[in-house]
Structure formats: structure tokens, C-alpha cells
């Protein structure tokens, strides 16, 4: 503000001086020079007073504002699940993406945890470079958990079916981490088909040594992510970038919804865990994502850090096929109805349904 105004000033005053430097003015140009003057002076006014009220708004503004070290106390842990992929890529295209991604965590330091479907490593011909593509992480530094061999939806399988798909899911992992994994994440976030089978599998993942890995960020990245991939497929630039860009305004509407959302139910900002997808979409964007929330005062935490809040012992009695946020399923607990969820844009909605018919 400041700058701008003794720019203004600079800019007027040598032509006065100039103007009144040539010959001694007559008396209509003196009269034109005060009237000049007159308006000079009335338009630093005008200046100054703008000036004055552009900065009192804007102290009041950062007043308005949280503090720097309150911004600065936001986590959060992000996960990627579906590992080696979600949508459907041929594995040279994985390698690729999963570089571009692993360059911007690396990069960035982010301490994310990955979520493996060694299912998924399984496909005619290509399982030693799928299993090389999961290397790409292990070696890249990041911890991986289980996610089960072949993503069963829990409200369709039994209990036993469940722990068998634990017990499947971590071959190859263990085999490049050279340890058990520690983490376990639901598949569509579903943990069982009823009270007595969720306590059963409970019992069962921490006789196992696994801590299940909660989401209190949920959203619907995931849609945007298949739809991302098709537009690629069809080399359909335009549309890649309009996804991306819808994508990016709507991550950054889920970390605000969560932030108020942990505010209203635990009286303050809790440490989060977001899940995203690896895919293609994130590897595009994942630079941006980080700055939008380092833009909104995060630190990004390992996932054992986040569990150290005291809101993951909260009681969650939410039973149902629907996979929700945990603090969807601590408000329901409480007896409260869910909130609704910020929508995903209408464009990528129909492009979601026009796939799956
Ligand atoms: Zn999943």
C-alpha cells in the first residue's frame, strides 16, 4: 500500500515542477495552476484517505485471521490406498505415474503410508513388474499396510473370509518391507457386516500386531481419479484439465468441511488422516494438493503420529455398508445424524456414472 502511494506521487509532481519552471505564468495560468494544484492536492487527499481505510481493513482482517503459531499446530497424515493402482493402468503407464508421485512425496517430505492390494500385483504376464512397481514405493522409503488381497466389500463376506483376506494380502509385502505391515485399512472403509463380527475382527487384526488405520479425511477423490484416467486414455487433454482443476477446488472444500467438522464435534482441529488414491490424477496434481495445504497451515505427519490423538479411541458403534469418516461415525455414535458431505461437480459425476454402466 505504502509503495503504491509514493509511486502516485513521484509520477505527478515533475510535471507540476516542469509546468511552473518555464516562464512566469500569466494570471489565467496561475489560475489554472491552483485549480490544478486545488485538484492535486484534493487527489493526494483522496489517496491518503483511501489508503488509510485499505490498511485499517486489512489489520482487521489479520485480526480476523488465526494466529500464525494456531494455523501452524494443523496435521495431517495422507494415505494412498489401492496400491499398486485403483483405476486401471497398463503397468508401463504405473511405472511412470508412480515416479512422478513418489518425486513430489519425496520431494516434499511427506511421510504418507501406502495401502497395498496384492491382488491387484496379479495380472497375466505382468506380475514381476507389478510387484516392481510396488518397489517403487518400499524403496522410495514409504511404510506399506495391508488392504487386503482383493478389496471384498466386509458387509458381503463373512468373518472368516475377512481374516483370510488379511492373512493373503501380505505375502509380497512382507517381502519387500522385510517386516510384517503394522497398518490395516478397511476396504471401502467398511468394518463388518454387525456389532458381534466387527468386535470378532477387531480382536483378530490386533492378535495379528495391525493398528486399523481410520480416515477422518473421506471424500470422493476416487471418482475423479477413474474419470482422470479415461480422459487420458483418450488423449483427451481439455478434459484431463478441467478434472484436475474441479479436483483440486474440491480437495481443498474436504479439508475445510473436516476442519469444521473436528471443531464442532472435539472443540478443536484433531490430527487428520486423508485418504487419496494412487493414481494417475494424483501423481498430475499431487504438488498442488500439498500446497493447498500448506497453504492451510498443515504439517504432514506419519501415520503412527497421528494415531497419538485421543480422538482415535473415541467410541464408534456405526454399523453399515456405507464407508464414512470416522467422525461421521463418532457424531452418529453420539446419536447425531450424518452431515452431508461436500458434492463432487456434476460433470464428473455423469462421467463416473457413463463408465460403470
Ligand atoms: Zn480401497
Not at 252 to 259: G, I, L, P, R, S
Request: positive net charge; contains cysteine; proline residues 4%.
Amino acid at each position: 500500500m505504502h509503495h503504491f502511494f509514493r509511486t502516485a506521487t513521484v509520477s505527478l509532481t515533475p510535471n507540476l515542477q516542469a509546468q511552473s519552471r518555464r516562464t512566469p505564468p500569466s494570471l489565467s495560468q496561475q489560475h489554472r495552476l491552483v485549480r490544478f494544484s486545488l485538484k492535486f492536492f484534493s487527489l493526494i487527499t483522496v489517496v491518503l484517505v483511501t489508503a488509510a481505510l485499505i490498511s485499517a481493513a486489512l489489520a482487521a482482517v489479520a485480526d480476523a485471521q488465526p494466529k500464525s503459531n494456531e494455523t501452524r499446530t494443523r496435521e495431517v497424515c495422507i494415505t494412498f490406498d489401492d496400491l499398486p493402482s485403483g483405476p486401471d493402468s497398463d503397468v508401463k503407464t504405473l511405472a511412470r505415474f508412480t515416479a512422478k508421485l513418489l518425486q513430489a512425496i519425496k520431494s516434499n517430505r511427506v511421510p504418507a503410508t501406502g495401502f497395498v492390494n496384492e491382488g491387484k500385483l496379479y495380472h497375466a504376464g505382468e506380475t514381476d513388474a507389478r510387484i516392481a512397481v510396488l518397489k517403487q514405493w518400499t524403496d522410495a522409503g514409504i511404510e506399506l499396510g495391508n488392504h487386503t488381497f482383493s478389496h471384498k466389500h466386509f458387509f458381503d463376506i463373512s468373518v472368516d473370509e475377512q481374516k483370510s483376506e488379511v492373512i493373503r494380502g501380505e505375502t509380497v509385502t512382507i517381502l519387500l518391507q522385510k517386516k510384517r505391515p503394522q497398518f490395516f485399512r478397511h476396504p471401502y472403509l467398511c468394518t463388518g457386516q454387525d456389532s458381534a463380527g466387527k468386535a470378532q475382527f477387531e480382536t483378530f487384526l490386533t492378535a495379528q500386531g495391525y493398528l486399523a488405520a481410520p480416515v477422518t479425511m473421506d471424500n470422493s477423490e476416487w471418482m475423479f481419479g477413474f474419470v482422470y484416467t479415461d480422459a487420458s486414455k483418450r488423449g483427451d487433454k481439455a478434459a484431463m484439465q478441467k478434472i484436475a482443476a474441479a479436483y483440486l477446488q474440491y480437495i481443498e472444500t474436504v479439508a475445510e468441511f473436516y476442519e469444521s467438522f473436528s471443531r464442532e464435534l472435539l472443540g478443536r482441529e484433531m490430527k487428520h488422516i486423508l485418504l487419496l488414491h494412487a493414481s494417475l490424477l494424483n501423481a498430475d496434481c499431487f504438488e498442488q494438493v500439498i500446497e493447498i495445504f500448506k497453504r492451510r497451515g498443515y504439517t504432514f505427519i506419519s501415520l503412527q503420529a497421528a494415531l497419538e490423538d485421543a480422538a482415535y479411541q473415541l467410541p464408534d458403534a456405526y454399523i453399515g455398508a456405507r464407508g464414512i469418516s470416522w467422525l461421521q461415525r463418532w457424531r452418529i455414535t453420539k446419536g447425531l445424524s450424518p452431515k452431508p458431505e461436500p458434492p463432487v461437480p456434476a460433470f464428473v459425476e455423469a462421467a463416473w456414472r457413463v463408465r460403470t454402466k
